[in-house]
Nanobody, 121 residues
């Protein structure tokens, strides 16, 4: 059973920084694309940033230049460094990973349970 566990959310003042991490565990053979999404109440979940297995990245326009996604393949972890945080960044953040389990031939998408980020003075 694969599980994703996020950490690092919390309360930060406008202009501050936070680092989110997401660790995958279980019978993992390999991980393809990893990403972070966020969802405000009553709205659709939206892409924040993704990173491919080769290290290519893509960001939502709203976070370009402020957020940086990275991965540690040895630890099956994806991180999101968030800087210059704004009140509008206040939402729940979810990690997503496409994982091929041991003994399986295809990748499947998994989600973490989410971590709250609140930007407020």
């Amino acid at each position: 059973q694969v599980q994703l566990v996020e950490s690092g959310g919390g309360l930060v003042q406008p202009g501050g920084s936070l680092r989110l991490s997401c660790a995958a565990s279980g019978s993992i053979f390999s991980i393809n694309t990893m990403g972070w999404y966020r969802q405000a109440p009553g709205k659709q979940r939206e892409l924040v940033a993704i990173i491919t297995s080769s290290g290519a990245t893509n960001y939502a326009d709203s976070v370009k230049g402020r957020f940086t996604i990275s991965r540690d393949n040895a630890k099956n972890t994806v991180s999101l460094r968030m800087s210059s945080l704004k009140p509008e960044d206040t939402v729940v953040y979810y990690c997503n990973e496409y994982i091929r389990e041991t003994g399986q031939s295809s990748y499947k998408g998994y989600w973490g349970r989410g971590t709250q980020v609140t930007v407020s003075s």
